[in-house]
């Protein structure tokens, strides 16, 4: 099925560096959600973005839906031990797909203390 | 209160057994699903079921089955698993508000076919 373009695929950083990582698609989506997985557990759901353009905030954490509605990118501050894990985008597309979300390969950062 | 429960954690059965995961939210989300998850990749949808009916079914072997018994609970039944069915499975739900465009996923339970 279809898949988010969701880049880099894997980060290397230091202890308080930034991170973006962004995913795109070639078609229309309604909502874009961030989620973050650590090894062994469901994915947890950082952000939700429900209009183009929007910019929204969750403590260290930034996403924006864009203005095309065909992509979003999610920024971390000053990066913490804790925040290695696997990062997924996923879309939805809306309309009556009963919530079927389409979801980006993922991002796994590993942050070095 | 955004969670999603689902037992057991762990699993592991015979290619003989039969077993059940069991998945519970009580957030009034009309929307339940499962997704499969293999390791370092996203989740593959499975089936979803909305107002306790069986919406999508991903074409998934009939050697899994869902169960939908009231609109809090979710089972998957499983019967002669292989063992490429190894994997996370993932149950999740939406739809307060009438919108089911943001999933909330349960921990999972690691499903290991011997």
């Known amino acids: 099925g279809q898949q988010l373009n969701q880049s880099p695929q894997s980060m290397f950083i230091q202890e308080g560096e930034d991170v973006s990582m962004n995913c795109t698609s070639s078609s229309i989506f309604n909502t874009w959600l961030w989620y973050k997985q650590d090894p062994g557990e469901g994915p947890v759901l950082l952000i939700a973005l429900y209009k183009a353009g929007e910019l929204t905030s969750n403590g260290r954490l930034t996403a924006q839906f864009g203005i095309t509605r065909k992509d979003s990118f999610l920024n971390i501050s000053a990066s913490i031990p804790s925040d290695v894990g696997i990062y997924f985008c996923?879309?939805?597309?809306?309309?009556?797909?009963?919530?079927?979300?389409?979801f980006g390969q993922g991002t796994i950062l590993t942050v070095h203390p | 209160d955004t969670e999603v429960t689902q037992t057991p954690k762990h699993l592991v059965m015979g290619m003989t057994n039969k077993k059940s995961l069991k998945c519970e939210q009580h957030m009034g989300h009309r929307a339940m699903y499962w997704y499969k998850q293999k390791a370092k990749k996203p989740p593959e949808l499975m089936f979803v079921y909305s107002y306790e009916k069986l919406s999508i079914n991903e074409s998934v072997p009939s050697r899994f089955s869902p169960e939908c018994p009231n609109s809090s609970l979710l089972n998957l039944h499983l019967h002669a698993l292989q063992p490429e069915d190894s994997a996370l499975y993932l149950c999740a739900s939406a739809g307060r508000s009438g919108a089911t465009d943001t999933q909330y996923f349960g921990p999972g339970t690691r499903l290991t076919v011997l």
């Open positions: 996923a879309g939805h597309a809306g309309g009556t797909s009963y919530g079927k979300l389409t």
